[in-house]
């Protein structure tokens, strides 16, 4: 199962309450650090740094995207997609 949402739709409680086994993170880490969206405790997490601007470049980042969603896919893992920055 794959779930695409943006942090202002869903908690990451809620991401827990789905057992969300696999993340991929979009968006600019925190100024302090570490990833876009939260990492989520015994969650295998893709962390995809991309400016939130039209000009990204989200074509070069797609090969790891989709390795990452198919593999979570052949292990019967639910995955989500979040993006830091607002909705999809």
């Given at each position: ?9 869903a908690?990451?409680a ?18 302090q650090?570490?990833?876009a969206?939260?990492?989520?405790a ?9 400016e ?12 790891s ?24």
């Amino acid at each position: 199962m794959v779930l695409c949402l943006s942090l202002r739709q869903a908690s990451l409680a809620q991401a827990g309450a789905l057992s969300v086994s696999r993340l991929i993170s979009l968006g600019v880490p925190p100024a302090q650090g570490g990833a876009a969206v939260p990492p989520l405790a015994d969650v295998d997490t893709l962390c995809v740094e991309l400016e939130d601007a039209e000009e990204a470049d989200l074509l070069s980042r797609l090969p790891s995207c989709l390795a990452f969603a198919r593999q979570a896919a052949a292990d019967g893992a639910v995955l989500l997609v979040a993006c830091h920055a607002g909705a999809w």
